[in-house]
């Protein structure tokens, strides 16, 4: 069994997994704006999963991480800064944890679902901020781990300035007053999709993805904009820069737990599996 621990700005979604990636059971709750609450709640709340004998964790972290030594050092949206999460997890769940991104843990996610279409993958999330990862061959190469793609300098009208300011969902709501959801004007999904493309080549130019998987509460509405974002992409499109396919991730609002499942089986999956134990209802 594996246990998945999504940390996000506002909310911590929990989930236990059998060891072929079936989803048993979720627990969600508010991420606490202090660190050591956070560990207490999660400790707390770790109690109302159904499964509490894991083989290993997986734990996706919205930041910088240092894999050597199992720290987070910075959390988008949250204040904390270069704590010891793994080794905090580890003593909490009583088994081994793999801390990585959350946007690379979607990305690994999304891949692995499509791997025998595509092998080198190019994943955006398109949500409050801007996230990439890039995966290859169902592993998140290790020479863009540290990449994030939300902040390429790019120009926009008539300034440089980081592409999740102008592209992000904070962005189109900042811009629009409404949420991707609720957007319904042609021509603001024209201009949308437009800052999208801007910071897209250039990834595109950099990596050569065989695909392109738009995730994210933007992403989601994929549908709305596609055509546009279609034709933006093909006005850069060069025989050096051919644009490859897009698609829409399979699981958008799961891609990031089902992720710490695929990081926590490569890393673990060989370890003995434990005695399994079970909750009394």
Request: hydrophobic share 40%; with cysteine.
């Amino acid at each position: 069994m594996y246990l998945a621990v999504d940390i996000g700005g506002t909310k911590t979604l929990l989930a236990s997994f059998d060891d072929k990636g079936k989803l048993l059971d979720t627990v969600k709750f508010p991420t606490p704006r202090d660190y050591d609450n956070f560990l207490a709640d999660l400790r707390h709340y770790l109690q109302f999963l159904k499964i509490v004998n894991y083989q290993a964790a997986g734990i996706a972290a919205p930041g910088r991480i240092d894999r050597l030594h199992g720290r987070a050092l910075a959390f988008g949206n949250l204040p904390w800064r270069d704590v010891p999460i793994q080794a905090d997890m580890e003593r909490i769940v009583d088994a081994p944890v793999v801390v990585e991104n959350d946007a690379k843990l979607a990305g690994l996610s999304e891949a692995k679902v499509i791997i025998k279409e595509f092998k080198k993958v190019l994943y955006v999330t398109i949500s409050t901020g801007i996230g990439t990862g890039i995966i290859i061959n169902g592993v998140i190469d290790p020479s863009f781990e540290d990449s994030e793609g939300g902040h390429l300098m790019l120009e926009h009208d008539g300034k440089i300035e980081n592409w999740e300011t102008f592209a992000s969902g904070k962005a189109i709501f900042k811009r629009f007053g409404k949420k991707a959801q609720d957007i319904t004007d042609e021509s603001a999904w024209k201009i949308i999709a437009r800052n999208i493309a801007i910071g897209l080549i250039d990834l595109i130019a950099v990596i050569q993805p065989e695909v392109i998987v738009l995730g994210g509460g933007v992403g989601q509405y994929y549908a709305k904009f596609s055509d546009y974002l279609d034709t933006e992409l093909k006005r850069y499109e060069t025989p050096l820069v051919p644009i490859p396919p897009i698609r829409l991730a399979k699981r958008p609002e799961e891609a990031v737990i089902y992720g710490c499942f695929e990081l926590a089986q490569q890393h673990f999956g060989h370890h003995a599996k434990p005695k399994l134990v079970k909750k009394k209802s």
